[in-house]
Every structure is written in C-alpha cells, then in structure tokens.
C-alpha cells in the first residue's frame, strides 16, 4: 500500500475557539492561496464552527473535518451529531478513535470501527487515530497495542475507499514530550506493514501526532514512513499552524 504523494497535515481544534477564532482560519488561506505544490492542508475546528469555516474555506486549499461522529444517521442521541449532519455543515473528514475520545468517552475499538463506517457511509474520509499510553510503551507493548487499535478500529469496508491513519502516543498529546525519530519510524513502519497486509490497493496517509511544534516539525515529518501531521495546540493560530505546514 503506497503513500501519498504528498504531505498531510491537520489541525485538531479540540474544544477550542469561538467565533472570533474564525480569524484564525482566513488567515491560513489567505497565507495559502498563493501556495505551490505544498501539502495537502485540513482543520478541524469544533462542530459549531464548521459551517461557518466551510463558508470561508469553499475553493481554498484548506480542508475541514469535524471531531467525532455518531455511528447512527439519526434518531434519539441528545446532543450527539451523525456523520451526515457533520457532512451538511461542511466537513469532508472525520477524526475517529482520537485518544480523548477513547479516554473521556470509553470508546473502544469496536466503538471506533463503528463510527469509521458511519464516516464512510456519509462521504467523511475518516482519519483513524491511535497509539499506545505511557505505561503500555514502558511495558514494551507499543506494537502490539498499535496492531491490535489497528484490527480493531478499521473496518473491512476502508478497502478502496480514502483514509487515514494517525499514529498518536497518548503520553505525547498536550505534553510538550515526543518519541524519539526511531521510536516514531518503528510504529510508522509496523503500522505500514499492518496496512499493506489488509489493503493492498489503497493509497492511505499515516500521519504522526502528539507535540508537534513549529520547532519539531521538520524533523518529525521527514522521518521515514511518516506521511504528515495531526497538530493539537499548535494548530489554533496561524502564527504556529502555518510554519508547521510549511515544514512539510
Ligand atoms: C492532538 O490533539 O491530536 C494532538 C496531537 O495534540 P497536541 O499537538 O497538542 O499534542
């Protein structure tokens, strides 16, 4: 299973911004409209401001994708949103299985592949996240976590459809710590295999996630078998998201 041939790198909002924030958003494209040949550029920023990023965003190269989605179409869920509600404001992605979702939600895996098919179902190219905690790297557990997150998690129906994977260490998300470059090419490398074993013809991005800064970005990203970014804190304003592009 090949990789893209161009970079990729997101940013995840989480439960950051208001309107205002939307600022943040037009100045990305506005830095990236005269942009040649770089990645390939997505946000998610939170549901409620989807519909309005979607509006500032329509033509440009800046992507947008929601957070989570609900396995169901509709039906009785208070206050949770289906794939194709999230698709109607104007997200073309879906983050699904991030680490707070697993951790504050108790999403499982199984949980995981269920909303993975949703994303599908409703035209969301879903982005898969996963990755081992602090104490599962400590017990020399990490490749069987990530290969087990990644059974579980992706459903059979990914085949020939657009994805991505992202390769995210819980103990690296929000902490300022990251692996070492070999710690990263090692699970980018079982995650590959992991892939190229059960969807052969698909082209799917593996993106590395957790700290990563305008100081790190380069180096990260140019590790082999990483194919781009998924940006926490350092996606929120277009002073830090843009060099991190830049570096792709
Ligand atoms: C994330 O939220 O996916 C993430 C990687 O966060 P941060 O970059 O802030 O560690």
Partial sequence: MPSPSVKFVAGNW??????????????L????????????????PPATLIHAAA???????????????????SGAHTGDLSAEM?????????????????TDHGET??????KTEAALRAGLEPVIC??????????????????????????????GRAF?????????????????LAQVE??????????????PTNTAAILYGGSVKPSNAAELMAARGVDGALVGGASLTCADFLPIVRAA
């Fill in 109 to 114: 895996d199984e949980v995981v592949r269920a």
């Fill in 186 to 199: 090692e699970v980018h490398a079982a995650l590959r295999a992991g892939l190229d074993s059960r969807f």
């Fill in 29 to 44: 494209i506005e830095a990236l409209r005269a942009a040649d040949g770089g990645p390939r550029v997505a946000l998610f």
């Fill in 164 to 180: 991505c994977v992202a390769y995210e260490p819980v103990w690296a998300i929000g902490t300022g710590l990251t692996p070492t």
């Fill in 14 to 27: 989480k439960m950051n911004g208001l309107s205002p924030q939307l600022a943040e958003v037009s100045a």
């Fill in 130 to 159: 996963l990755g081992e905690t602090l104490a599962e790297r400590e017990a020399g557990q990490t490749l069987a976590v990530v290969a087990r997150q990644l059974a579980g998690s992706l459903p059979d129906s990914l085949a």
């Fill in 86 to 102: 999230l698709f109607d404001a104007g997200a073309r992605l879906a983050l699904v299985g991030h680490s707070e979702r697993r």
């Fill in 55 to 73: 509006a500032l965003s329509a033509g440009s190269a800046v992507e947008l994708g929601c957070q989570d989605v609900h396995s169901q179409p």
